[in-house]
């Protein structure tokens, strides 16, 4: 009988440490569960979050750069309407312009002025002025006074010699690069 007993109370404490183990693993298992789910949500969260403020950051910048975009159109409009106001309202720059045969006083003036509207707007790269009667071209870069042939901006020479170009041309300066 003494031995029953033991081997009743061997069983029992097996028993035990069996239910012991399933509950650590029980525990342990949803702890892993929970952690993963934990993970998983807060990964989750993140990632929207960051998308989130992504998107917001990138819609700011886009907006700022459009802003900027928009206000840089508008300053070369406004400076190119004020470049033509100051040659077409410059008597020196209008004589040379209406020259019928080649006069150096009157292109040395016509230089001058272009120099001085040059200094007040230093993005201009150059001036090109063309008198088609006297077929004579002065280009601010260069300072030089040259028939259309030795032009170095063929694409603008191209333009003054098409017909139809110089049919339909209304006066106003022609933007180059």
Known sequence: MNMG???QIGLKLNRNEKDDKSFFSMLSISFLIT???????????LAAVFIRFLTQSVRENTQQLLAQTNYAIEKISDDANRLERLLFSNNEIMTY?????????????AQLEVDKIRLTM????????????????????????VSLESMTDQEMFRRLKDSEFAESYDGRPLPGQ
């Open 35 to 45: 952690s993963i789910i934990t993970c998983v949500l807060l990964s989750t969260l």
């Open 122 to 145: 230093p993005y201009v790269q150059s001036i090109y002025l063309y008198n088609a009667q006297i077929d004579n071209m002065y280009c601010s870069d260069t300072g030089h006074q």
């Open 97 to 109: 312009l209406s020259l019928t045969s080649p006069n150096t006083t009157a292109t040395v003036q």
């Open 5 to 7: 007993k033991k081997l």
